[in-house]
């Protein structure tokens, strides 16, 4: 049973657009949310989080939204770089847990 | 800045044999985690340890076992090695035995054959 949902395997965008990546939740004991970016041959890095007591959390190029009442997180890029193609992960954690829930990630493809 | 460090980055071993894997986290961070990433799936949280104690447990199955030492490194001593047992193993690591914000390491490479 996938906790952690990311219905879209892969994404293409044109550079300079924004790129908006979703995941669905259906546990509702997730507190925290997090985006990681991947990589072949790497570990995921670290990108963004958000409490589940925000709605919104921005760094930069990167914004996390929270939809708690529908379960669902987004991730927006802006502007879309040549160097943000990697595979994303969103990941959730359990309040008092420490293993993340991983979905099972989205192909970001940014095209010149 | 430094990063978590997993050695070795490749291993092959035999079936019934045991393999270590090493993990040295970022300076100051005292929480350890594992995960496994078989072929095409997602990571999948095995064991945790915070300040050298067990943390938290999720599907580390009884083969497999894992400590954290006074210097905060950690390793995972796999025994009785099975062909699903191949993946990719990650460690990471955080500051404050939270669970939030885990940074990975680049991961070892087990090929069980």
């Not at chain 1, 259906?26 to 409490?51: C, Q, R, V």
Request: glycine share 8%; net charge neutral; aromatic share 12%.
């Amino acid at each position: 049973d996938q906790q952690v949902k990311q219905n879209s395997p892969s994404l293409s965008v044109q550079e300079g657009r924004i790129s908006i990546l979703n995941c669905d939740y259906t546990n509702s004991m997730f507190d925290y949310f997090l985006w990681y970016k991947k990589y072949p041959a790497e570990g995921p890095t670290f990108l963004i989080s958000i409490s589940s007591i925000k709605d919104k959390n921005e760094d930069g190029r990167f914004t996390v939204f929270l939809n708690k009442s529908a379960k669902h997180l987004s991730l927006h890029i802006v502007p879309s770089q040549p160097g943000d193609s990697a595979v994303y992960f969103c990941a959730a954690l359990v309040g008092g847990a420490d293993g993340l829930t991983f979905g099972k990630g989205t192909h970001l493809i940014i095209q010149p | 800045a430094a990063g978590v460090i997993q050695s070795p980055r490749h291993l092959i071993k035999e079936k019934r044999e045991t393999a270590t894997l090493k993990c040295y986290p970022i300076p100051r961070h005292d929480t350890v985690y594992w995960y496994q990433q078989g072929p095409g799936q997602d990571p999948q949280f095995l064991i945790s340890f915070y300040e050298k104690m067990q943390s938290d447990k999720g599907s580390i199955p009884d083969r497999f076992s894992a400590q954290q030492f006074s210097d905060y490194h950690s390793e995972l001593n796999m025994s009785s090695l099975e062909l699903g047992d191949s993946a990719l193993y990650f460690c990471a690591s955080s500051r404050g035995g939270q669970g939030y914000e885990q940074y990975f390491g680049p991961g070892t490479r087990l090929t069980v054959t």
